[in-house]
C-alpha cells in the first residue's frame, strides 16, 4: 500500500486515515469548547485530546481553529438535532417536550460537576461578534434545534410564523435557563424555570 | 506629602491613589470580559486598559485575575440592577418592564457590533463550574435582576414564591433571547422574543 500524502504549511501529511483524524479533531473540539469555551481551548490541547498530528490538522482545517470551532458547533448543532427530534417524536405536546429537553440537560449538568450546559452558547458568546463562521454555525445550530418544535406547534393549530416564533423562543429560554442553573450551580433551575416556559407553550395551542 | 508604600508579590506599591487604580481594574475587566470573555482577557490588557502598574494590580487583587473577574461581574450586576430598577420604577406592568430591558439590550447590541450583550453570561458560562468566587458573584447578580421584578409582580398579586419563580424565568429568558440574537447578528431577535416573554409574564397577574 502507498500512502498519499500531502504538503500543507510545510508539514507532510498522511491524507490517510483522513475521516477518522478529522471526526477526531473536531469531537474533541466540541468536547473541550462545551466544557470551558473557545479561548481557553488550545490548539495543542484538541491535538493532544484528538491524538492528530499537527500537519494533519492543518490539512483538514486550512482556516485553523477558528474553523474547526464552526465544525465543532455544527458536530453540537447535529447532536442536539437528533436529540430534540426524539424528545418531539415522544412527547404529547410542545410543552411536554420542553420539559424532557430540560430533563435531560439538567442530568448532563449535574453528572458533569455542571461543565456540560448547552454545547454551543459558550463559543457563541465569546465569538459571535468576531467570527462570521462561527456566527453563522451557531445560528443554523439555534435554528435547527427549533424547527421540530415549530412544526409540533403547527400541528397542533398554531400559524406558521407564530409557530417559528414561539419554537425559538422555548430554545433561547432553555438556553437562558442554563446559564442561569451554571450560575446558581443549581440544576433543578433548568427543570423548575423550563415549566414555566412549557406552560406558556401550550397557552398557545388551539 | 509622603507616600505609603506596600511590597507586594515583590513589587513596590504606592499605595495612593488606592481606589482609583482598584476601580480602573474593575472597570476595564469589566469592560473586556463582557465582549471577549474571561479566557480571552489577558492581564496585561487589563493593565493597559485601566493604566495601573502590576505591583498595583496585585495589591488589589491578590487572588489575580479570578477575583478581579468576581468583581467585574459584582460592578457588571449592580450596573444591570440599577437600570432595572429604573426601569421598574417607570413601567406599567413586569411584562412592559421585561419589554423595556429588551429595547434598552437590542439598542446596545446593535450599537457595540454585537459585542456588547449581558455583562456576565459569558464569563459564567465560561467559569462558572471551576470558580466559586466567579460562580457566586454570577449568582448574585442574576438574583439581584430578578428581585424588583419579583417585587413587581407580588404587588400585581402574585403569590411571593411564584413571583420569585417568574422573575427569574423572565431573567433566563431575556439571557437566552440575548444568546440568539448575537447566533443571528439580529437585535430585533432580542425584542420579538421579549413580547413573548412579556405577555406570558403579565398573563400571570391577577
Keep these: 500500500m502507498t500512502m498519499a500524502i500531502a504538503i500543507v504549511k510545510g508539514y507532510a501529511v498522511p491524507m490517510a486515515p483522513r475521516g477518522a483524524s478529522r471526526a477526531a479533531a473536531i469531537g474533541a473540539a466540541a468536547d473541550l469548547m462545551q ?22 490538522f492543518y490539512f483538514h482545517f486550512p482556516e485553523g481553529k477558528e474553523q474547526l470551532a464552526a465544525e465543532a458547533l455544527r458536530a453540537g448543532g447535529v447532536g442536539v438535532r437528533t ?59 439555534f ?8 412544526t409540533m406547534l403547527s400541528a397542533g393549530g398554531v ?7 414561539l419554537a425559538r423562543w422555548a430554545i433561547a429560554a432553555l438556553e437562558g435557563a442554563l446559564v442561569l442553573a451554571r450560575a446558581a450551580r443549581d440544576e433543578s433551575l433548568v427543570t423548575s424555570l423550563a415549566e ?9 395551542l388551539s
Design 35 to 56: 466544557r470551558q469555551g473557545y479561548a481557553a481551548t488550545g490548539l495543542e490541547a484538541i491535538l493532544a485530546a484528538s491524538g492528530s498530528p499537527k500537519g494533519s
Design 83 to 141: 436529540f430534540i427530534d426524539d424528545v418531539v417524536a415522544a412527547a404529547t405536546s410542545p410543552g411536554d417536550a420542553v420539559r424532557r429537553i430540560a430533563a435531560s440537560e439538567a442530568r448532563q449538568l449535574a453528572r458533569s460537576g455542571f461543565e456540560r450546559g448547552c454545547p454551543i452558547a459558550t463559543v457563541t458568546l465569546e465569538m459571535a461578534s468576531r467570527s462570521e463562521p462561527i456566527q453563522r454555525a451557531a445560528d443554523e445550530a
Design 143 to 150: 435554528e435547527s434545534w427549533a424547527a421540530p418544535l415549530a
Design 159 to 165: 400559524a406558521d410564523a407564530e409557530a417559528a416564533a
Design 196 to 204: 414555566i416556559t412549557a406552560d406558556a407553550l401550550d397557552a398557545h
